[in-house]
Nanobody, 123 residues
Framework: QVQLVESGGGLVTTGDSLRLSCKVS????????MGWFRQAPGKEREFLAS????????RYGDSVKGRFAISRDSAKTTVYLQMNSLIPEDTAIYYC????????????????WGQGTQVTVSS
């Protein structure tokens, strides 16, 4: 069982930066890859980025590569998403998830989800 709690969302202006956090706990959490996803109203959940706890595999979705960065602090069992140069199209609920390292780009395969944190980017 894995528990995930997101934080760090809020209302920002175009061009701002924001860092989201996902606190991870549970007996077997280190067996899973960690990822960040987002879902805007009326749209499918979108893969953004993922990593493994040992740092051997980091992946990004095409829509945010070069602008967002995923990282982790293993001692704090926390995964971060640094978001730079935010634009209104980034407005969504952002979720962290835990799942298979090779399938994280497919949101429907993710085993565990947090409750999400709202990010709103105004123009």
């Amino acid at each position: 069982q894995v528990q995930l709690v997101e934080s760090g969302g809020g209302l920002v202006t175009t061009g701002d930066s924001l860092r989201l956090s996902c606190k991870v706990s549970g007996r077997a959490f280190s067996r899973f890859a960690m990822g960040w996803f987002r879902q805007a109203p009326g749209k499918e959940r979108e893969f953004l980025a993922s990593l493994t706890w040992d740092g051997s595999d980091t992946r990004y979705g095409d829509s945010v590569k070069g602008r967002f960065a995923i990282s982790r602090d293993s001692a704090k069992t926390t995964v971060y998403l640094q978001m730079n140069s935010l634009i209104p199209e980034d407005t969504a609920i952002y979720y962290c998830g835990a799942g298979s390292p090779l399938r994280m780009a497919v949101p429907r395969t993710v085993a565990y989800w947090g409750q999400g944190t709202q990010v709103t980017v105004s123009s």
